[in-house]
């Protein structure tokens, strides 16, 4: 029995190209009542075998349909270009790096700042009182009228000159810089909250740095940075373990079975490390942000000279938080050093 041939999907039709481009092109008119589908097909396809295979009830609907949208096509005029992809671009990486430092204040403007003092900055004051709330809230009153910058202000004054942003539109720079704002806002008051917390957990549970058995914990102690060192300098190659444990006093507070371990697991470290960094050297597109450079970097002070901050002959602070950087003639130098082993984690330290 003979099946018969599935129709064609009418994307997947000659025919569909055909009427298309010449609606395109204006051979066939886009309007019925200057000609009829009837007339079309009869007579502007009638030597077309294509079209005639259609047949004249299928033709008149889509001759309708593209008609339309041909209509619309060109109402709304050219299709307009993709957005430039901000998630893996140096542009982000840029005003996140500026927001970050207090190169770029995280306030647009300087109205209601009592609203903005309740709100948000209030909190992030670590020695705040009754007695000196009045000199904190002017003090900065002071620093905001100073900072505050809008996203037009920025865009005109810096960011549109710098090869990054070249291919960005001011539309979307002001939508990612208010996003970009209120991320590292929202991260800053997480992360006071967290060191709180964090510090309040370490009164109840103080860090121990022995065993209830009385031995020495290894993740405290010396031994953990000179073991370190002498397997950076490769000495676990020339020596066995309990040669090595010898060398030093402090690698004698603790058994050979666990000194050894301990030689078994900086290796595991040591390789887990150049595989990161080959990983990360081989990469070819921008991931995540890059982490912030050091201070007294020419950067800054570039960006701070372009933004209107850098030539100043006052004392000039940020207003977010407590990374402050005081810029005097174009230099800069931060208030806090984040030192990992000494202070709790902090999530605006990472910008993601």
């Not at 430092?101 to 709100?119: D, M, Q, T, Y």
């Not at 865009?155 to 704002?181: C, G, I, T």
């Not at 002498?230 to 058994?255: C, I, W």
Request: contains cysteine; positive net charge.
């Amino acid at each position: 029995m003979a099946t018969k041939d599935k129709p064609k999907r009418w994307d997947a039709n000659p025919a569909r190209a055909i009427i298309l481009a010449d609606l395109e092109s204006g051979n066939l008119s886009l309007f019925e009542d200057q000609m009829s589908a009837e007339q079309a097909f009869h007579q502007y396809y009638k030597d077309n075998g294509e079209v005639q295979a259609v047949g004249l009830k299928e033709f008149k609907i889509r001759l309708k349909a593209h008609r339309g949208q041909v209509q619309r096509r060109k109402q709304n005029g050219p299709p307009k270009p993709p957005p430039f992809p901000w998630k893996k671009s140096e542009a982000k990486c840029i005003l996140m790096e500026d927001l970050y430092r207090g190169v770029l204040s995280l306030e647009r403007n300087a109205k209601k700042p009592l609203g903005k003092w309740k709100s948000y900055y209030k909190a992030l004051e670590s020695d705040l009182t009754e007695e000196n709330e009045a000199e904190k809230f002017n003090s900065f009153k002071e620093r905001l009228e100073k900072r505050a910058m809008t996203a037009a202000q920025a865009w005109e004054m810096h960011y549109k000159h710098l090869p990054a942003f070249e291919e960005v539109k001011f539309d979307q720079f002001k939508r990612n810089l208010a996003s970009h704002r209120k991320q590292l806002k929202d991260g800053k008051k997480r992360s006071m909250e967290e060191e709180e917390m964090w510090r309040e957990d370490r009164k109840r549970f103080p860090p121990v740095s022995k065993k209830a058995d009385g031995s020495p914990l290894w993740y405290c102690h010396p031994a953990k940075l000179l073991l370190r060192q002498d397997v950076a300098e490769g000495k676990h190659n020339t020596m066995k373990p309990e040669q090595l444990q010898q060398t030093k006093n402090e690698y004698r507070d603790f058994s050979l079975t666990e000194f050894r371990r301990h030689i078994y697991q900086e290796n595991r470290r040591r390789r887990f490390i150049n595989y990161l960094n080959d990983k990360r050297e081989n990469r070819k597109t921008i991931h995540c942000c890059k982490a912030p450079v050091d201070a007294n970097d020419e950067t800054l002070t570039d960006r701070l000279e372009a933004l209107g901050l850098g030539e100043t002959s006052e004392e000039q602070m940020d207003v977010d938080g407590d990374d402050v950087i005081y810029v005097l003639k174009g230099e800069d130098t931060r208030k806090r050093q984040v030192n990992s082993e000494t202070n709790p984690p902090n999530k605006t330290q990472k910008l993601k």
